[in-house]
């Protein structure tokens, strides 16, 4: 079955550095977007970050100069580099990607979420 799977969450303390890293496994035929999303207690899901097939980039306004996305198509990969990190990070970060793939229907594309990581930023 397809599958997402989050990596690399972690505590650490603020102006610090973490790398995010997602694997998309399973019956696999393509990836359109890939995309992170983090949620803080108490508040909604949230978009951090999106990038196309090709490779085209979009951040929240929260984190533009601080974080970036980058993908590896050929390992069905996407990453999340954060740097000069917050408080206001701390988060359950989750990988989605909009996936052509076999499902119990069939071959058709969905949106697939992985179960996330804890990102800590301590002050």
């Known amino acids: 079955q397809v599958q997402l799977v989050e990596s690399g969450g972690g505590l650490v303390q603020a102006g610090g550095s973490l790398r995010l890293s997602c694997a998309a496994s399973?019956?696999?035929?393509?990836?359109?977007?890939m995309r992170w999303h983090r949620q803080a207690p108490g508040k909604q899901r949230e978009l951090v970050a999106v990038?196309?097939?090709?490779?085209?980039?979009n951040y929240a306004d929260s984190v533009k100069g601080r974080f970036t996305i980058s993908r590896d198509n050929a390992k069905n990969m996407v990453y999340l580099q954060m740097n000069s990190l917050k408080p206001e990070d701390t988060a359950v970060y989750y990988c989605?990607?909009?996936?052509?793939?076999?499902?119990?229907?069939?071959?058709?594309?969905?949106?697939?979420w992985g179960q996330g990581t804890q990102v800590t930023v301590s002050s």
């Open positions: 399973g019956p696999i035929f393509r990836i359109n977007e």
């Open positions: 989605g990607a909009t996936i052509e793939g076999s499902w119990d229907t069939g071959r058709g594309y969905r949106n697939s």
């Open positions: 990038i196309t097939s090709v490779g085209s980039k």
